[in-house]
């Protein structure tokens, strides 16, 4: 047997392994996509459609009232304005806890890692604690904080809360990464006569793009897809759309009307699909780029 044929073989086996792969990737996507597709079809149907037909029927004609409905009318609880004011309110939320998080986490990681002091990684190891405490055990301290600080149910309040619970994952996160860039190179900008934030500024922040990435979707998709926080810290006009969308399914005037629930779950979702979607390679790339030390 020859080099020529041995070579065909090999390159035949690997075709029929790699339709085998895609084959069973594509089985494993579609059976996670079957709530979502079925929420997607739902949410088009009228409230009769969905009473005759079954979850995967294809809807007779595309009927969008249920998406305007659970945007701007559908009652949530005593309030019947839609999501739409608790979309705007989950923004407010995440947007400066997001950047907050991620600033304090990259100064944290930057101290621990690139400029060691006595005690350091024990520090390190106490914040560390921090990743894997559960939300429940946090309430009642951080209620009682909250109300000392005088910002309980408020959306200042909520920001405060996923800031604290949120650093110790992107100290984390920008320590290991950290850790991959060489001692030398603070040192000699230190030689040079740059200070703690010039270097931080200059130096470190330039190649942190990666793990800013990261620590973005991280945070983003934890805080909007957070409920126990918002049912718990939030007052009636603060709540999230967790919490709305929560009140729009078990308040119901009348029939159920399953497509507006649907459209609404989808509309909560929008965000952080859109982060994945469109983020999702630059999340993977940013935790395997400071997993080898430099």
Request: charged letters at 10%; aromatic letters at 14%; a positive charge.
């Given at each position: 047997?020859?080099?020529?044929?041995?070579?065909?073989?090999?390159?035949?086996?690997?075709?029929?392994?790699?339709?085998?792969?895609?084959?069973?990737?594509?089985?494993?996507?579609?059976?996670?996509?079957?709530?979502?597709?079925?929420?997607?079809?739902?949410?088009?149907?009228?409230?009769?459609?969905?009473?005759?037909?079954?979850?995967?029927?294809?809807?007779?004609?595309?009927?969008?009232?249920?998406?305007?409905?659970?945007?701007?009318?559908?009652?949530?609880?005593?309030?019947?304005?839609?999501i739409s004011p608790y979309f705007m309110n989950s923004f407010q939320i995440v947007i400066p806890a997001v950047l907050i998080s991620t600033l304090l986490g990259?100064?944290?990681?930057?101290?621990?890692?690139?400029?060691?002091?006595?005690?350091?990684?024990?520090?390190?190891?106490?914040?560390?604690?921090?990743?894997?405490?559960?939300?429940?055990?946090?309430?009642?301290?951080?209620?009682?904080?909250?109300?000392?600080?005088?910002?309980?149910?408020?959306?200042?309040?909520?920001?405060?809360?996923?800031?604290?619970?949120?650093?110790?994952?992107?100290?984390?996160?920008f320590r290991n990464f950290y850790q991959s860039i060489p001692n030398e190179l603070v040192k000699a900008a230190r030689l040079d006569g740059a200070g703690f934030?010039?270097?931080?500024?200059?130096?470190?922040?330039?190649?942190?793009?990666?793990?800013?990435?990261?620590?973005?979707?991280?945070?983003?998709?934890?805080?909007?897809?957070?409920?126990?926080?918002?049912?718990?810290?939030?007052?009636?006009?603060?709540?999230?759309?967790?919490?709305?969308?929560?009140?729009?399914?078990?308040?119901?005037?009348?029939?159920?009307?399953?497509?507006?629930?649907?459209?609404?779950?989808?509309?909560?979702?929008?965000?952080?699909?859109?982060?994945?979607?469109?983020?999702?390679?630059?999340f993977v790339r940013g935790l395997t780029a400071g997993a080898v030390k430099g």
């Amino acid at each position: 047997m020859n080099k020529s044929t041995v070579g065909r073989k090999t390159s035949g086996l690997d075709k029929v392994l790699r339709v085998a792969l895609y084959t069973v990737l594509t089985i494993v996507a579609a059976f996670y996509l079957i709530p979502f597709i079925v929420m997607l079809i739902t949410s088009l149907k009228d409230v009769e459609e969905i009473r005759t037909g079954t979850l995967l029927s294809l809807p007779a004609s595309l009927h969008f009232d249920s998406w305007v409905k659970a945007w701007s009318s559908a009652c949530t609880g005593s309030s019947c304005g839609g999501i739409s004011p608790y979309f705007m309110n989950s923004f407010q939320i995440v947007i400066p806890a997001v950047l907050i998080s991620t600033l304090l986490g990259a100064i944290n990681g930057y101290v621990i890692s690139l400029w060691k002091f006595r005690g350091s990684d024990l520090f390190f190891a106490l914040l560390l604690l921090g990743c894997f405490v559960p939300f429940q055990v946090i309430l009642l301290p951080m209620a009682r904080t909250l109300g000392w600080l005088g910002i309980a149910n408020t959306t200042s309040g909520l920001v405060f809360v996923h800031v604290v619970y949120g650093v110790a994952f992107t100290t984390l996160f920008f320590r290991n990464f950290y850790q991959s860039i060489p001692n030398e190179l603070v040192k000699a900008a230190r030689l040079d006569g740059a200070g703690f934030f010039t270097i931080f500024y200059r130096i470190i922040l330039p190649v942190s793009t990666p793990i800013i990435v990261v620590t973005v979707i991280w945070q983003f998709t934890q805080i909007w897809n957070d409920f126990l926080f918002g049912v718990a810290f939030s007052g009636f006009d603060t709540q999230p759309v967790t919490v709305a969308l929560n009140n729009l399914v078990n308040t119901s005037f009348g029939g159920k009307e399953y497509n507006v629930d649907m459209a609404a779950a989808i509309i909560a979702a929008l965000p952080t699909l859109a982060v994945y979607v469109f983020a999702g390679k630059y999340f993977v790339r940013g935790l395997t780029a400071g997993a080898v030390k430099g």
